[in-house]
């Protein structure tokens, strides 16, 4: 045996100098394990407050109106437990946020840029809807709608709108009261189309002398014709008249009455007894301006703020009592024609 060196353990030795000398097995090992440790604390660390604000998209539809102006509504499912969510929303330019909760409540927001923060108060499911000027561009006579959208949604076309060029095909397409409605899918989307139909000029080519003497003899012969099929025709009316003009006049009654065919408040009620005595005061102020009026109108006439009259408003329209359309960028509230009974 060697007497400068004495093996005392597997794992010890003792030196020249008598210090005790100790070697760890696996150091490599360990050193490599504990970064990876610490760098999967750090991830669920930053995970954390993600899994916290965790929303997903129930359901995303738009509808496009003939002012370029568009109106989004969604719903989204989000974590009662965070007091303060944050929605994306397609652009700067709002009009008429309104976030309410499952409960019906309307919950307060704060709009910055292009998102806003809204309390939701344990809430697990919010509504939004708003107005947004920032999706459609027009160039011409031609419009263009663009979205980068994060879902599939549905997408409602203005009226009298004729498609006129698309980047990629829906997934379905139906027609919904002359209005087109569009299934799109997730990513960005473009849509051209044009509003109407116009008619070109028509233009005459100039008209020689030999070609002159020939229209006259036509006109001649078209302003005769003309004549005789005015006489006969006159007369067949003035038979008609004497025979029909009682079912004429009723046709006509019933068509003003259709023009106005809107329950009456009283019928409403009674259809609707759950009704708050508030939206009874509204629906009464309706009715008494001919069925329909602009929602300003009834801020005026309630003295109610924006949001208010809003929430208002949506309420009687998932009652099925009114109606909400756009005419000249403001929202039109009319009574419905049809109203059916609650369960």
């Known amino acids: 045996m060697n007497p400068e060196i004495v093996p005392i353990h597997r794992k010890e030795f003792l030196r020249e100098d008598g210090m005790l000398f100790v070697r760890t097995e696996g150091i490599l090992e360990t050193m490599v394990k504990a970064p990876l440790i610490i760098a999967s604390l750090i991830v669920v660390a930053l995970a954390m407050p993600i899994q916290t604000s965790f929303s997903s998209t129930r359901s995303l539809d738009l509808i496009l109106y003939s002012d370029g102006s568009a109106h989004v509504s969604s719903q989204l499912d989000v974590d009662p437990l965070d007091p303060d969510f944050e929605v994306n929303l397609f652009g700067p330019s709002i009009d008429n946020f309104v976030a309410v909760g499952e409960n019906g409540f309307l919950l307060s927001s704060e709009i910055i840029d292009?998102?806003?923060t809204i309390d939701t108060f344990g809430t697990s499911s919010i509504t939004v809807d708003y107005d947004i000027h920032d999706l459609i561009s027009k160039e011409g006579r031609v419009w263009t709608f663009s979205l980068d959208s994060p879902t599939d949604y549905s997408l409602l076309m203005p009226q009298?709108?004729?498609i006129v060029?698309?980047?990629?095909?829906p997934s379905n397409m139906i027609i919904i009261n002359d209005q087109t409605q569009l299934e799109?899918?997730?990513?960005?989307?473009?849509?051209?189309?044009?509003l109407g139909t116009t008619n070109p000029p028509v233009t005459n080519p100039p008209v020689t002398n030999n070609e002159q003497s020939?229209?006259?003899f036509f006109t001649i012969s078209i302003i005769s014709i003309s004549i005789t099929a005015a006489v006969v025709g006159a007369i067949t009316v003035i038979k008609r008249k004497q025979t029909k003009s009682l079912p004429v006049i009723q046709n006509e009654i019933t068509e003003s009455e259709t023009?106005?065919?809107?329950h009456d408040p009283e019928t409403i009620f009674n259809l609707r007894p759950e009704m708050r005595e508030d939206d009874?005061?509204?629906i009464k102020f309706i009715s008494e301006n001919g069925g329909q009026v602009l929602e300003s109108d009834l801020r005026k006439k309630f003295l109610q703020p924006r949001t208010t009259m809003w929430r208002t408003v949506k309420r009687l329209e998932r009652q099925g009592v009114i109606e909400i359309a756009k005419k000249d960028l403001q929202n039109l509230v009319k009574l419905k024609k049809e109203l059916e009974e609650e369960e």
Do not use: P, Q, R
């Not at 060029?165 to 095909?169: F, H, P, T, V």
């Not at 799109?184 to 044009?194: A, D, P």
């Not at 023009?259 to 809107?262: M, R």
């Open 214 to 216: 020939t229209l006259d």
């Open 114 to 116: 292009d998102k806003v």
């Open 160 to 162: 009298n709108s004729i």
């Open 165 to 169: 060029g698309m980047n990629a095909l």
């Open 259 to 262: 023009k106005t065919n809107f």
């Open 280 to 282: 009874k005061e509204i």
């Open 184 to 194: 799109l899918s997730t990513g960005l989307s473009e849509i051209n189309y044009i």
